[in-house]
């Protein structure tokens, strides 16, 4: 229908301009002294019919494109019209009759220059189209991202990323492959291994393999490779000759003291559980990616606040994306998140505690604390770990509903079965957080009687757990808060700091290096 559609909007401004160019027409124009309205009409159709076979040759089905072809294809009906009458006119032998009266030739100049209007008005649409397309693709092109820049980017803690899509694992394999093959030429890091799974997980297969790549490299860089040997030779003689524990000892040693990228493909989360706690954070931007066909997969890996991105990649045949966390937004805030941790961290034998950073809007105390709830380090501290925004309206139900589908989703249930009510998601949270050690945050409380409801509806919990509560109002925090010590006010960035988050937020994420130059 569209390229039908584009066809007849050609074939009408074919006819409407073959009658804008004929010599009646010129001849109109000139004797009524609107030549300009007829060169202008002119020029303007033929641009048009440019713009329709450029879109019929590239299958644009843009939704804008076809508004538009309607509206050239309903201007070029009228000048046709206009200018197939003037030519019936012109065509009789008492051409000139009909202008001998000024109102005559007032209504023929009046219907020029209103062709002309109209022309001009669809004209801007068509330019205004034109951008809005351009537009629309250069959004679409920059939200995707490319593989080696997510690799690269963020600061020195380890980064997951995972690979999934609709194209199947060898699409997958391709992107990751080119990004792995790039990184490992420029040496971005100083290990490189690369696993799939090819049947039940063997964690000594595992090891063999990985630090069987690891000798590899080494022995590449430092050319220890005798006379007429070849690497492979040697990596297979070192891996004869290495006891078991000692290959386990290499393996740490190598992993905790040098930056790796690692590939692993085809896990299944049983798998990556497993795995993950082979690689320590070393703090030297150490990266693993993950390949998986389910995004559910890919959910679990990445970690419930991860980010989703589509890859670049050439085929337009599916899509390719990547789940990652993304490098941390706080900006100056490193002796606020040392504070806080410490405060998590501290021991209290007699309840749990609830810590309250307030603050002035747009301080940053949700992204704070929302970096803080994802720390590594406190993964060892709490067995279960719930983050709640408080919506308006407030509505107990939906608050109580996310935390225990956060702490135990099979609690909740998915299906059919699904509890509801408050008193159902009170007694369900009960025994969740039974003798459980919890985070639990509460983002944006705004009253007192938020918080009162909140807390009454939770069970009493461990001494270990901790809940952290953000608000704007000192109030609420002492009423949360009934410590002094756990009360945290959040300041005002300084200059220098204020000056990297706008470069950070503002210059960088819109590109506006550019209007920096201007200043």
């Known amino acids: 229908m569209e390229t039908t559609g584009l066809s007849v909007g050609k074939s009408v401004l074919n006819g409407a301009l073959s009658y804008a160019k004929s010599a009646i027409a010129q001849e109109v124009a000139l004797q009524l002294g609107v030549q300009r309205d007829q060169a202008f009409t002119r020029d303007e159709l033929e641009m048009m019919l440019s713009f329709l076979m450029a879109a019929h040759e590239e ?119 080119a990004a792995y093959d790039n990184l490992k030429r420029s040496k971005m890091f100083e290990l490189y291994a690369w696993f799939r799974i090819v049947h039940t997980f063997n964690p000594l297969e595992f090891l063999q393999c990985i630090m069987r790549q690891f000798y590899q490299i080494s022995f590449e860089e430092t050319g220890e490779t005798q006379e007429k040997t070849s690497i492979g030779a040697q990596v297979f003689k070192k891996m004869g000759i290495t006891k078991q524990d000692d290959l386990v000892d290499a393996f740490s040693e190598h992993v905790n003291e040098k930056s790796y990228l690692i590939v692993l493909c085809d896990l299944s989360i049983e798998e990556w559980d497993v795995i993950t706690g082979y690689f320590p954070d070393n703090k030297k931007g150490s990266r693993i990616i993950v390949s998986t066909e389910h995004g559910e997969v890919a959910s679990l890996c990445a970690g419930q606040e991860s ?85 308006r309206p407030f509505v107990l139900q939906e608050i109580l509903e996310s935390l225990a589908m956060q702490l135990d989703a099979d609690s909740v249930g998915l299906g059919t079965q699904k509890v509801t009510g408050t008193e159902a998601l009170i007694e369900v949270l009960d025994k969740v957080l039974a003798r459980k050690r919890c985070l639990i945050v509460l983002d944006d409380l705004s009253s007192i009687r938020e918080w009162d409801m909140i807390i009454q509806s939770l069970p009493k919990m461990e ?25 945290y006010k959040l300041k ?28």
Not at 371 to 379: A, N, S, V
Not at 463 to 487: F, M
Not at 509 to 518: D, G, I, M, R
């Open 59 to 177: 299958r644009d089905n843009h939704k804008v494109v076809k508004t538009w072809v309607k509206q050239v294809r309903d201007v070029a009906y009228d000048v046709e019209d206009c200018l197939q009458d003037l030519a019936v006119r012109l065509g009789k032998p008492s051409r000139w009759c009909f202008l001998r009266t000024l109102v005559d030739r007032h209504r023929v100049v009046t219907r020029m220059k209103e062709l002309r209007a109209k022309v001009e008005d669809v004209s801007q649409r068509r330019i205004a189209t034109m951008f809005g397309i351009e537009e629309a693709r250069r959004q679409k092109d920059k939200a995707k991202v490319d593989l080696s820049q997510l690799i690269n980017e963020g600061n020195q803690d380890l980064r997951v990323i995972v690979v999934w899509g609709t194209g199947g694992v060898l699409g997958q394999t391709v992107v990751i492959k």
């Open 307 to 391: 980010t989703v991105s589509e890859l670049n990649q050439s085929s337009v045949d599916h899509s390719i994306f990547a789940s990652y966390n993304k490098e941390s937004q706080v900006v100056g805030r490193e002796k606020e998140k040392i504070d806080l941790i410490n405060l998590i961290s501290k021991q209290d034998d007699q309840q749990p505690i609830v810590i309250s950073v307030w603050g002035m809007g747009g301080l940053g105390k949700t992204t704070l604390v929302k970096e803080i709830y994802q720390r590594q380090e406190l993964g060892g501290l709490f067995e279960k770990r719930a983050c709640v925004t408080i919506m």
């Open 463 to 487: 001494s270990a757990c901790r809940i952290i509560i953000t608000t704007r109002e000192e109030n609420i925090a002492r009423r949360c808060s009934q410590k002094p010590e756990n009360i």
């Open 492 to 519: 005002v960035l300084e200059d220098s700091d204020a000056l990297d988050l706008l470069t950070k937020k503002v210059l960088i994420q819109n590109n506006l290096a550019a209007f920096v130059q201007l200043l």
